[in-house]
């Protein structure tokens, strides 16, 4: 991550605000600003925003798409489909991509600045059926963060149209705020969970975790993040591994690349500082007891902890950074 993020979550970890709306100073007067997040997974594109309430809404969908060539339809669309036109190409998205359109596909990069990745996070934009001047926060693995945030910049700071069902909608995404996964579920997290401890926020993806780590007092370690590569949950749904050995993998690479094995210690004090890991992603609970069984043989004492909305944890949580950060 660079610099500027890095003091950025320094400074706001434990800030709290409550803004439902912001506002931006435009030609003509004050125009509404929406916040829009987007987590465009390999597996889910998982969308966040506020409604006219100030309430946080949510929506998700299949990351799969394929080119709509005016196929005629013989059968509705589900909750979790979208027929949409970006920026004038036709495409299906979600789970009928499989069956309509052609050349189907998913996103089979890390990096979100590939076009699919550029076509999903509009995608998740067109789910919340906003229209107008947005605040678009998008997460990314952490070791990617300082190279993939100016390119998300450039692709996606102008404006877009989006058609569905023959409405057209004018997206004005006035600024990108670039999040860093695992890490960003710190501003979804219940404080009196992490407060005084040593806390890794680990988002188990399909092909690669990401480990953010707070200390006790809310600062960011670096030498306790940073992304695992291929150590993800394709093991065990396509390679045909066990998440017994999935979760053995993680406490084994996160030992020895992130040194976890080491107790972290106050450097004031010299008190060993109590730790936990909070686990993010689909897969967490499915994970977590394999984890905590994986940790509670190890040399400096782990608690593990499923996070109580790990499908959504850091897209909420850029969410809530985005507010924190205007």
Same mark, same amino acid.
């Given at each position: 991550?660079?610099?500027?993020?890095?003091?950025?979550?320094?400074?706001?970890?434990?800030?709290?605000?409550?803004?439902?709306?912001?506002?931006?100073?435009?030609?003509?007067?004050?125009?509404?600003?929406?916040?829009?997040?987007?987590?465009?997974?390999?597996?889910?594109?998982?969308?966040?925003?506020?409604?006219?309430?100030?309430?946080?809404?949510?929506?998700?969908?299949?990351?799969?798409?394929?080119?709509?060539?005016?196929?005629?339809?013989?059968?509705?669309?589900?909750?979790?489909?979208?027929?949409?036109?970006?920026?004038?190409?036709?495409?299906?998205?979600?789970?009928?991509?499989?069956?309509?359109?052609? !050349?189907?596909?998913?996103?089979?990069?890390?990096?979100?600045?590939?076009?699919?990745?550029?076509?999903? $996070?509009?995608?998740?934009?067109?789910?919340?059926?906003?229209?107008?001047?947005?605040?678009?926060?998008?997460?990314?693995?952490?070791?990617?963060?300082? *190279?993939?945030? @100016?390119?998300?910049?450039?692709?996606?700071?102008?404006?877009?149209?989006?058609?569905?069902?023959? $409405?057209?909608?004018?997206?004005?995404?006035?600024?990108? *705020? %670039?999040?860093?996964?695992?890490?960003?579920?710190?501003?979804?997290?219940?404080?009196?969970?992490?407060?005084?401890?040593?806390?890794?926020?680990?988002? %188990?993806?399909?092909?690669?975790?990401?480990?953010?780590?707070? !200390?006790?007092?809310?600062?960011?370690?670096?030498?306790?993040?940073?992304?695992?590569?291929?150590?993800?949950?394709?093991?065990?749904?396509?390679?045909?591994?066990?998440?017994?050995?999935?979760?053995?993998?993680?406490?084994?690479?996160?030992?020895?690349?992130?040194?976890?094995?080491?107790?972290?210690?106050?450097?004031?004090?010299?008190?060993?500082?109590?730790?936990?890991?909070?686990?993010?992603?689909?897969?967490?609970?499915?994970?977590? @007891?394999?984890?905590? !069984?994986?940790?509670?043989?190890?040399?400096? @004492?782990?608690?593990?902890?499923?996070?109580?909305?790990?499908?959504?944890?850091?897209?909420?949580?850029?969410?809530?950074?985005?507010?924190?950060?205007?």
């Amino acid at each position: 991550m660079n610099n500027k993020t890095l003091t950025i979550f320094i400074i706001n970890y434990k800030i709290d605000v409550d803004v439902s709306k912001m506002y931006s100073k435009m030609i003509g007067g004050w125009i509404d600003m929406h916040n829009v997040s987007v987590d465009a997974g390999r597996s889910e594109v998982k969308t966040a925003w506020l409604d006219e309430f100030g309430a946080i809404r949510t929506a998700k969908f299949l990351s799969m798409l394929s080119d709509d060539t005016g196929t005629k339809m013989h059968r509705d669309l589900g909750n979790e489909d979208y027929r949409l036109t970006i920026n004038g190409h036709k495409y299906f998205i979600g789970e009928i991509a499989n069956d309509c359109g052609s !050349n189907s596909r998913g996103i089979t990069h890390d990096e979100k600045t590939h076009n699919e990745s550029i076509t999903m $996070i509009l995608a998740g934009v067109a789910a919340t059926k906003l229209s107008g001047n947005i605040r678009l926060g998008v997460c990314v693995p952490l070791d990617n963060h300082a *190279k993939e945030a @100016p390119l998300l910049k450039a692709k996606l700071e102008r404006e877009h149209t989006i058609e569905e069902n023959g $409405i057209k909608r004018r997206v004005n995404i006035v600024e990108v *705020k %670039v999040s860093a996964e695992g890490l960003v579920s710190a501003f979804h997290t219940p404080k009196t969970l992490v407060d005084g401890k040593l806390v890794g926020f680990v988002n %188990v993806g399909s092909f690669k975790s990401n480990i953010g780590c707070l !200390n006790h007092k809310g600062k960011y370690v670096d030498n306790r993040s940073g992304s695992l590569e291929r150590v993800g949950m394709n093991r065990v749904l396509e390679d045909g591994d066990s998440i017994e050995s999935l979760a053995t993998l993680i406490k084994t690479e996160m030992n020895r690349k992130l040194r976890w094995s080491e107790p972290y210690k106050d450097p004031r004090t010299k008190r060993t500082i109590p730790a936990i890991l909070v686990v993010c992603g689909g897969a967490a609970r499915d994970i977590a @007891p394999y984890l905590s !069984n994986e940790f509670s043989h190890h040399p400096y @004492p782990i608690e593990i902890v499923p996070h109580e909305d790990a499908l959504f944890s850091d897209c909420i949580g850029t969410l809530k950074w985005m507010q924190k950060t205007r």
